[in-house]
């Protein structure tokens, strides 16, 4: 039997406040939602890091124009379905009124909401029984009508009453659920799971924001392939993201223990915990499938271009899904940069020109999509670890050594030549500019003002009439 003891000793002193003031004006309030699961959880699991969680929601029988009337700083921020904001400070806290819902044309929101006097029968619109748990801090009691409690021990995901009416109701749900399987670690119910492919229709009317959204949190799970899996088992995955399903059973060669959907898998889960890396991760090899050939002889499959065949693909699967024009740019150039074939004949030229292809900024990033990389073939990756070991020490000591990587670092600037040779605003100058720098990066100690000058001289005399 769970006791209490944990919610008791972590909640906050100003949602205790905010139950409080409800109750001493005669109203109900309860704790809801998943801070309520997740801090059950870690007491399933004696641990006490609770400490930082701060999007504690609450239930209540007092309509949002009491609660309005009763706390000095509220924001209406869903008061036609119940749901107000107290602040606190600088923290804001969820007070949805108890409700039942009926009808969801939009496979969303609810087509009327009436306000109930039941906690009960607010928790049973919810998803699964593990997030339709309430604790009331005044009586210090948990409420826990559809066993979820139970379920929390067995690790198990179970929707609450009929699963099919509550992923049509909202079509989120079923991607919540491949999302939960992988974040709290936990198996779907038999006919939990065997209720989400008859659903999709409805999850075919989710936005592509609340889609990646849900992606995102995914991705901070311990192991995020578990979430891919669940989406590519029952049917997601082929409606997000279908150029995704081609790697399934797309074999490699004998430099990799997986297909290309395993080693994505493998990849995802070595990768560090930035989403936006771990998605890079999810994507990297997506052009795999469209570029693979089978030798002749060897008979070894070979995958020419295919990172940027990838990045060719990953684009329109990024905008599709709605990424912002920065995470969007920065997760391409992964996939397009993120075969890393360093080796000890490297000159110094050559590194520096791959630091100006792939910048220095997102150098930090490759090498650590190249360890997952590495990590995610399933076989000894010592060999490509070590490579990549050295790489950042040769970039390090190219660096340190003063290398010019951009026209910035040239020693002479535009402005200088307009000055100097007078020339004026124009391709011409982009085009000698950028000269420039491919031969300094070429030779370091040509970086020099008055030899960069008599270069520039040189290449306006050679240029073409305009």
């Not at 209720?195 to 075919?204: E, F, G, H, K, N």
């Amino acid at each position: 039997m769970i006791e209490p003891r944990t919610l008791r000793k972590t909640l906050p002193k100003d949602v205790r406040t905010l139950c409080r003031t409800l109750r001493d004006k005669g109203y109900r309030a309860w704790v809801v939602g998943g801070c309520v699961r997740d801090t059950l959880l870690d007491d399933l699991a004696g641990s006490d890091s609770v400490g930082a969680r701060n999007d504690w929601d609450l239930a209540t029988d007092a309509r949002p124009e009491q609660v309005q009337a009763l706390f000095r700083r509220v924001i209406p921020t869903g008061v036609e379905h119940g749901t107000v904001t107290v602040m606190m400070g600088t923290m804001g806290y969820e007070v949805t009124t108890l409700r039942a819902e009926a009808g969801y044309a939009d496979g969303r929101r609810p087509d009327t909401v009436n306000f109930v006097d039941d906690i009960v029968a607010d928790l049973a619109r919810r998803d699964f029984t593990i997030n339709a748990i309430a604790y009331d801090p005044e009586l210090d009691e948990l409420l826990d009508p559809f066993d979820g409690i139970s379920d929390l021990k067995g690790r198990c995901l179970r929707a609450v009453g009929v699963a099919s009416e509550r992923f049509t109701e909202d079509g989120l749900r079923v991607l919540r659920a491949a999302r939960f399987v992988a974040t709290l670690d936990v198996e779907l119910e038999p006919a939990t799971a065997a209720a989400i492919q008859p659903s999709l229709a409805s999850y075919r009317k989710v936005s592509a924001e609340r889609i990646r959204d849900e992606w995102m949190k995914a991705m901070k799970a311990r192991v995020p392939s578990r979430a891919f899996c669940t989406m590519l088992e029952h049917g997601l995955l082929e409606i997000t993201a279908p150029e995704l399903i081609e790697s399934v059973g797309c074999e490699q060669n004998r430099y990799h223990a997986y297909d290309v959907w395993g080693h994505a898998m493998a990849c995802l889960d070595a990768s560090c915990e930035s989403p936006q890396l771990r998605i890079a991760a999810l994507l990297h090899d997506v052009g795999k499938p469209r570029s693979r050939e089978k030798h002749e002889v060897t008979g070894e499959y070979t995958f020419y271009n295919h990172e940027s065949i990838g990045a060719k693909m990953a684009e329109p699967i990024l905008r599709r899904l709605k990424f912002s024009n920065d995470d969007r740019q920065r997760i391409v150039s992964l996939v397009r940069h993120h075969l890393l074939c360093y080796d000890e004949t490297w000159s110094d030229a050559a590194v520096r020109r791959w630091l100006r292809r792939v910048s220095p900024e997102l150098a930090e990033d490759l090498y650590l999509l190249g360890t997952a990389d590495a990590l995610g073939k399933g076989l000894d990756a010592t060999s490509s670890l070590d490579k990549i070991v050295a790489l950042k020490a040769h970039v390090r000591r190219v660096v340190e050594a003063g290398a010019a990587l951009s026209v910035r670092d040239l020693a002479i600037s535009g402005t200088d030549l307009m000055s100097e040779l007078g020339l004026r605003p124009g391709p011409i100058l982009g085009t000698i500019l950028r000269t420039l720098l491919d031969e300094v990066t070429e030779e370091p100690a040509h970086n020099q003002r008055e030899h960069l000058l008599k270069r520039a001289v040189e290449l306006a005399d050679a240029a073409p009439d305009p």
